[in-house]
Nanobody, 115 residues
Framework: QVQLVESGGGLVQAGGSLRLSCATS????????MAWHRQAPGKQREPVAG???????NYADSVKGRFTISRDNAKNTLYLQMNSLKPEDTAVYYC?????????WGQGTQVTVSS
């Protein structure tokens, strides 16, 4: 079993920055790929960024150049640095992790960007 707890969300003005964290219940050395997704009101959940156990990353086109995903294996934590935030980035952000062929999700953290 893997437990994920997101934090770092909040209210920020357009153009501002936030850093989201996703703390895991155990060592993420044993966890494979991890990712951030988001879900805006009335919309489907969509992928934002992903990172493999080896550190390879990928991003949705809408966040390329603005968001950076990283993982700190020593701290068992996944991060999402979000810069140049836009109102359309407003959503609940979720992290997930692949472990032993099962996908685990956190409870989400709200990000609201005001114009």
């Amino acid at each position: 079993q893997v437990q994920l707890v997101e934090s770092g969300g909040g209210l920020v003005q357009a153009g501002g920055s936030l850093r989201l964290s996703c703390a895991t219940s155990g060592s993420i050395f044993s966890i494979g790929a991890m990712a951030w997704h988001r879900q805006a009101p009335g919309k489907q959940r969509e992928p934002v960024a992903g990172i493999t156990s080896g550190g390879s990353t990928n991003y949705a086109d809408s966040v390329k150049g603005r968001f950076t995903i990283s993982r700190d294996n020593a701290k068992n934590t996944l991060y999402l640095q979000m810069n140049s935030l836009k109102p359309e980035d407003t959503a609940v952000y979720y992290c997930n992790a692949l472990h032993s062929r099962s996908l685990y999700w956190g409870q989400g953290t709200q990000v609201t960007v005001s114009s």
